[in-house]
C-alpha cells in the first residue's frame, strides 16, 4: 500500500520524485466548496483552516499543501467569482458583446453564496490593507481581462476608437453593474436593466 499527499491509496502506483506532492482534485474541489460554506457561515474573520478542513472531510495538512494560509484560499475562491478565464464574447457588435459580458456578471454576482462572501470580504479589505491590495488585483484582473478583448474587438469593427483601451474605458465598462449589484445590493435588476446599460455603456465607449 501507498500513501499520497491526501491520505492512504489501496492500490500500489509508481513513486512519486522527491519533492512533489500528489494532490487529489476531489480533495481541492471539496476544499474549495468548503470554503464558500464556511465564508456564507461565519464570514471571513471567523472562518479558520479548521473549520474549512472540518467542512470539507481532510485534515488541515491538506489545505496546507494547497493555500499557505487563509488569505490565499479565500483568494482563490474570488477569483473563481471575478469571472476569471471567461472567453471574450464574439456576438459581432459592441452592445452584444457587453449584454453577454452584463448578464454573466451579473449571475456571478448574485449567487446566493457570492452575494454573501464579497461585502464581507470588502468589510475586511476595509481592515486589511494586504486583503484590499489582493482583492483589488484578483477582481480587477478577472473583469478587464475580458473588457479589454471586447474593447479591441469594436477597435478592429471600427465601433470605438483604437485609443479607447484606457482605465477610464476600463471603468465605465465594470463600475455600473458592480455599483447596484455589490455596492446597492438591489435584491433584483429592474426589467431590461442589463440591455438599458449595454446599450448606454456602448453609447458612452463610442463617445470617448
Do not use: C
Not at 35 to 46: I, K, P
Not at 53 to 80: E, I, N, P, Q
Amino acid at each position: 500500500m501507498t500513501t499520497n499527499a491526501d491520505g492512504p491509496q489501496t492500490r500500489p502506483r509508481r513513486r512519486t520524485p522527491a519533492g512533489a506532492a500528489v494532490l487529489r482534485e476531489d480533495v481541492t474541489e471539496a476544499i474549495r466548496a468548503a470554503v464558500f460554506e464556511e465564508l456564507a457561515s461565519v464570514g471571513y474573520a471567523r472562518m479558520s483552516i479548521e473549520g474549512i478542513a472540518r467542512r470539507a472531510g481532510v485534515g488541515k495538512t491538506a489545505v496546507y499543501r494547497r493555500w499557505r494560509s487563509k488569505l490565499h484560499l479565500v483568494l482563490d475562491v474570488v477569483s473563481a467569482i471575478a469571472v476569471q478565464g471567461l472567453p471574450a464574447p464574439e456576438t459581432g457588435s459592441l452592445e452584444g458583446d457587453l449584454r453577454v459580458l452584463y448578464e454573466v456578471t451579473s449571475r456571478a454576482l448574485r449567487h446566493p453564496v457570492a452575494s454573501q462572501i464579497i461585502p464581507d470580504l470588502q468589510a475586511e479589505a476595509a481592515r486589511n490593507p494586504d486583503i484590499a491590495e489582493a482583492m483589488q488585483k484578483t477582481l480587477r484582473e478577472g473583469q478587464e481581462g475580458v473588457a479589454v478583448k471586447i474593447l479591441a474587438a469594436a477597435a478592429r469593427r471600427g465601433e470605438i476608437s483604437a485609443g479607447a483601451h484606457d482605465e477610464l474605458a476600463l471603468d465605465i465598462i465594470s463600475g455600473p453593474l458592480y455599483w447596484r449589484s455589490v455596492v446597492i445590493r438591489s435584491p433584483k435588476l429592474p426589467k431590461g436593466y442589463l440591455g438599458a446599460l449595454a446599450r448606454a455603456t456602448a453609447g458612452a465607449l463610442k463617445a470617448l
